[in-house]
């Protein structure tokens, strides 16, 4: 009856042990990740290249005969840890990313989560709500009519003056009315120098980070080592709010310094993946400009006194065609050319702590549509709107049009970068960090109370043994 007694007792202390090895083991996450990205994994390799769990096997192996010492001699289980197996374990890269969403969303429940999902919700609506209008097309529509009807009409002036009818004069054709800043011609400028340099027409160029990454070396971009350890996927939309609450708190951006070790523009990355902060940050601005583009577009066309301006312009600048198809054509190029120098402006803004309402109306306007050549002064921006949306929400918008498994990835490779910029975890791979596992220890012990009988096995020297395997399933 004691032995039974006993034995009941050590399957209960082995399990104990077990337990108590097991999660000192995941205690010793990376200290980096969690305190920069809220993110706990451990790195099998410990800081080292090692992969494979077996440095994690020897570690918890040896939790676990500290616990179960059996050198207290009145300790009636005296169990001996025998062996540890990680049977199963899963990468935070396995299944593209799926562990590091998990881990995000609970990171973001920290929160209040109704309130985040509700504010995540607002900007996403606000930002791609907007129809993307294509203004670049329809300013070159319109600018290629008027260069063709001033092109017909100097054929026909030229052929007025050759010609020997003495009814036919050149000055029966009206010249073109000269603007003192064509607006189209602004366009042209502006564009020219976005294409030179996105930055450098938004946001003062020299002031920009300058790091870089190796795509080729990136958790996107390379063989990845893979776990076995089989787990559900699926996100929810409240998970999909929370997440992107997760990346926008956790992740620098431009304007928002956590200072992280790698890149500084991590949420630019997160959404263009390009290989240098100031790509990243440019591929954000195009993003920026397209929205703005197509909101004051219809600002312009839904307020009566812009609208009347753009007009204005157009028959100023197509009038002496008196075609009513052209005049509408260079219309809509004016609006056009007006709603991105206004983008400019805006993205300046936005880019400089200030907000934008999603819709400007008339007292919200800044330029001036007979003068947008002032458009090109870098230090002309926005009338800050005080209310509506800022850089943060836009990029919260921009995140949600992109899946959960390309931004897990991307912030892969920006949490491994980071990583790999540190002296002390140079050598860590994400591919080779865990964050659930499943984990055996096996244990022999003696017989104690039955060994007092003498058996025939006994008698030759022989005492009966236990063994026993427990397992723990762990996972942050």
């Given amino acids: ?85 990680v049977n199963k374990y899963a990468f935070l890269t396995d299944k593209n990313g799926e562990g590091v969403i998990g881990l995000g969303v609970q990171a973001a429940k920290d929160g209040m989560a109704g309130q985040v999902v509700d504010g995540i919700q607002n900007h996403i609506d606000t930002v791609n709500g907007i129809e993307k209008i294509p203004v670049e097309e329809k300013v070159k529509s319109g600018k290629s009519s008027l260069d063709n009807a001033k092109a017909e009409l100097a054929e026909k002036r030229r052929a007025a003056a050759e010609d020997d009818n003495p009814d036919t004069n050149p000055d029966d054709y009206p010249e073109p009315e000269e603007v003192e800043d064509n ?86 990355y997160l959404l263009s993946g390009k290989e240098t902060d100031p790509q990243c940050l440019a591929s954000v601005v195009e993003q920026l400009l397209l929205v ?22 157009a028959e100023a600048l197509a009038g002496f065609t008196g075609n009513p198809v052209i005049i509408e054509a260079v219309y809509n190029a004016v609006i056009g050319a007006w709603a991105y120098a206004e983008a400019t402006l805006d993205v300046r803004l936005l880019l400089n702590g200030g907000k934008i309402a999603p819709i400007k109306n008339l007292t919200q306007w800044t330029t001036d549509l007979w003068h947008l050549s002032n458009v090109c002064n870098i230090n002309f921006k926005a009338r800050d709107c005080g209310e509506g949306t800022g850089y943060k929400e836009y990029l919260i918008g921009f995140l949600a049009l992109r899946t959960n498994e390309k931004l897990a990835t991307r912030a892969l490779d920006i949490m491994e970068n980071a990583l ?15 964050w659930a596992a499943d984990i055996e220890m096996t244990y022999s012990a003696k017989e104690m109370f039955l060994s007092l009988f003498e058996r025939e096995s006994e008698s030759k020297g022989e005492i009966g043994q236990y063994y026993f395997a427990r397992n723990k399933f762990i996972s942050y």
């Fill in 183 to 268: 607006p189209l011609e602004a366009f042209d400028i502006l564009k020219e120098s976005f294409s030179k340099g996105v930055l450098a027409t938004v946001t003062n160029a020299e002031k920009l980070s300058d790091v870089s990454v190796s795509l080729e070396k990136m958790p996107s971009h390379r063989q990845l080592s893979k776990g076995n350890l089989d787990f559900e996927e699926g996100v929810s939309l409240v998970d999909k709010a929370l997440f992107l609450d997760y990346l926008i708190t956790n992740y620098s951006y431009f304007g928002h310094d956590l200072e992280h070790d790698g890149l500084n523009y991590e949420v630019e």
């Fill in 292 to 313: 703005r583009e197509g909101a004051n577009f219809i600002t312009i066309q839904t307020t009566r006194e812009l609208n009347t301006q753009a007009l204005s312009m």
């Fill in 1 to 85: 009856m004691s032995e039974c007694i006993r034995l009941y007792e050590m399957q209960s202390f082995a399990q104990e042990y077990t337990d108590i090895a097991v999660e000192s083991t995941f205690s010793e996450y990376n200290a980096y990740l969690w305190t920069n990205y809220k993110i706990l994994a451990v790195d099998l390799g410990y800081g080292s290249s090692l992969k494979g769990p077996e440095t994690m096997e020897e570690k918890t192996l040896d939790y676990c005969k500290y616990n179960a010492d059996v050198s207290d001699g009145f300790n009636y289980a005296r169990l001996f840890a025998e062996s540890c197996t």
């Fill in 420 to 434: 790999n910029s540190t002296d002390d975890y140079k050598d860590v791979k994400v591919d080779n960090m865990v």
